[in-house]
């Protein structure tokens, strides 16, 4: 008897593109891709478990971590938009004090950095459109 075997990746990429859209910045097109813009998790939460969030707004803009706009040290609606994403789950690494953000009748200045899968490029994401309140509970601080 024979078993079949399958990639472990092959398997991920499906069940993540069942669980949202990624629609990527300057896109007009609503259409699932299949490699979001890589972005690097912050250090410390490299070594971290990831805790799953969901995030249930439309449209709900990624920011970037990196070095412009001090996005590394605060996350901002100035951070490069990576893309957008709309009711999905995503691996948060790890959250921090940002910008403070009004939107959707609530005002917040906790931001979640997500890991990159499928469905989700990794960035920063207001916690306004994260389940669970202003902190996220299970979600560790970023150092």
Do not use: H
Request: with cysteine.
């Amino acid at each position: 008897m024979r078993i079949k075997r399958i990639s472990l990746a092959a398997a991920a990429v499906s069940a993540a593109s069942i669980m949202g859209v990624v629609i990527p910045a300057g896109s007009a097109s609503a259409a699932p891709t299949s490699a979001p813009t890589a972005s690097v998790a912050p250090a410390t939460a490299r070594a971290a478990a990831t805790v799953t969030v969901y995030v249930w707004g439309s449209n709900v803009a990624v920011r970037a971590y990196e070095s412009a706009n001090n996005c590394l040290n605060y996350p901002s609606i100035s951070c490069r938009l990576l893309g957008r994403v709309t009711q999905v789950y995503g691996e948060a690494t790890c959250q921090k004090r940002g910008q403070t953000v009004n939107a959707e009748g609530i005002t917040n200045n906790w931001w979640t950095f997500l890991d990159p899968n499928g469905s989700v490029p990794g960035g920063w994401v207001s916690n306004i459109y994260i389940r669970g309140g202003q902190k996220i509970e299970g979600v560790p601080d970023c150092a």
